[in-house]
Nanobody, 127 residues
């Protein structure tokens, strides 16, 4: 059983930055895929970014490409999402998701491939 815990959410003004962290314990290997999704008020949950625990290709949604960076913090053993140039439309609950076993990159944006989810962390961007 993998336990997933997000942290780092908060409130910032337009143009500000935040770094979210995802700590996953109990079954993460180098092949595990970790992803960030978000759900804005009144909208469906959507894909943000994903990568394997060991690194490599990191696909991003078009809405965050160039502003968000997903990376592993080796010192803290977390998978982080650095969010720069934040916009009001980035306001959402951000979720970390984990798939323990390897899977092709082409499906990383699909929510149903992930086995474990965190409770989410709120990000509010004010104008």
């Amino acid at each position: 059983q993998v336990r997933v815990v997000e942290s780092g959410g908060g409130s910032v003004q337009t143009g500000g930055s935040l770094t979210l962290s995802c700590a996953a314990s109990g079954g993460v290997s180098s092949d595990s895929v970790m992803a960030w999704f978000r759900q804005a008020p009144g909208k469906e949950r959507e894909f943000v970014a994903a990568r394997t625990w060991s690194g490599g290709s990191t696909p991003y949604s078009d809405s965050v490409k160039g502003r968000f960076t997903m990376y592993r913090d080796n010192a803290k053993n977390t998978m982080n999402l650095r969010m720069n140039s934040l916009k009001p439309e980035d306001t959402a609950v951000y979720y970390c998701a984990v798939r323990s076993r390897r899977i092709i990159v082409g499906v990383w944006s699909q929510q149903d491939v992930y086995d474990y989810w965190g409770q989410g962390t709120q990000v509010v961007v004010s104008s």
